[in-house]
Nanobody, 123 residues
Framework: QVVLVESGGGSVQAGGSLRLSCAAF????????MAWFRQAPGLEREGVAALGADGRTSYADSVKGRFTISADNAKNTLYLQMNSLKPEDTAKYYCAAFWGLKATMDEYEYKYWGQGTQVTVSS
């Protein structure tokens, strides 16, 4: 059983930065693909960035050039560095994982989910 615990959310002004972390327990580095999703009130959950077990990455167009997904396998931790934040980035951010190679943002591929961490960007 994989357990995911997000942290690092908070409130920031537009143009600022935050780094989200996702600690993974019961997790075998190199065997799982992981991703960040987000959901704003009244909107559907959307993929933000994915990191395949093969090392490939994928980003939503809305965050390309601003967000970076990475992992520290020694710490079993996934990160999302978010720069140049915009008010439209305001959402609850979720970490997710599944056993596989693909850097996909198809939420139906993901079996394991964290509880989420709130990010609020003010203008």
């Amino acid at each position: 059983q994989v357990v995911l615990v997000e942290s690092g959310g908070g409130s920031v002004q537009a143009g600022g930065s935050l780094r989200l972390s996702c600690a993974a327990f019961g997790y075998a580095p190199g065997m799982y693909s992981m991703a960040w999703f987000r959901q704003a009130p009244g909107l559907e959950r959307e993929g933000v960035a994915a990191l395949g077990a093969d090392g490939r990455t994928s980003y939503a167009d809305s965050v390309k050039g601003r967000f970076t997904i990475s992992a520290d396998n020694a710490k079993n931790t996934l990160y999302l560095q978010m720069n140049s934040l915009k008010p439209e980035d305001t959402a609850k951010y979720y970490c997710a994982a599944f056993w596989g190679l693909k850097a996909t943002m198809d939420e139906y591929e993901y079996k394991y989910w964290g509880q989420g961490t709130q990010v609020t960007v003010s203008s």
